[in-house]
């Protein structure tokens, strides 16, 4: 029986829903994943879809990367987003010209090496 490990979970995001850990003694969302709750500690945690909609934070362009497999995506414009449950998270940006705190909506693709991609765009 496959277990539900982080990228078993995030794998199920590939397939269209977007999962976070979700504390069931404090109600945190979290990401990215992690072994316990990050506010008090909790080590049962459940997964839980949450809506993709949410508005930006922040964004930079990178124009370099160590990894090889970003190298030929490059310059690509990446941001921090804050879901409307309250989690954060880091994802492309598809947004010729961001501005702070605008709604954005977060889709699931494929990143290089089969990797889970999150891309914000306008709602
Ligand atoms: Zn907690």
């Known amino acids: ?10 794998f199920q995001s590939a397939k269209g829903e977007l999962l976070l850990q979700h504390c069931p003694e404090c109600g945190t969302m979290q990401y990215p994943p992690r072994e316990v709750c990050k506010t008090c500690l909790q080590h049962e945690l459940e997964w839980k ?4 909609q949410g508005s930006l934070l922040s964004w930079t362009v990178l124009h370099t990367s160590l990894e ?3 190298q030929k995506h490059l ?8 879901l409307d ?9 598809a947004i010729e010209k961001p501005l702070a705190l605008m709604p954005v ?9 089969g ?4 891309v914000a765009s306008k709602k």
């Open 49 to 52: 879809a949450v809506s993709p």
């Open 85 to 93: 449950c309250g989690a954060q998270l880091i994802v492309q940006l």
């Open 68 to 70: 090889p497999a970003f």
């Open 75 to 82: 310059p690509c414009c990446i941001a921090e987003i804050k």
């Open 1 to 10: 029986m496959q277990q539900d490990t982080p990228s078993s979970k995030q």
């Open 105 to 113: 909506i977060v889709e699931i693709g494929e990143g290089p090496q």
């Open 115 to 118: 990797t889970v991609l999150y």
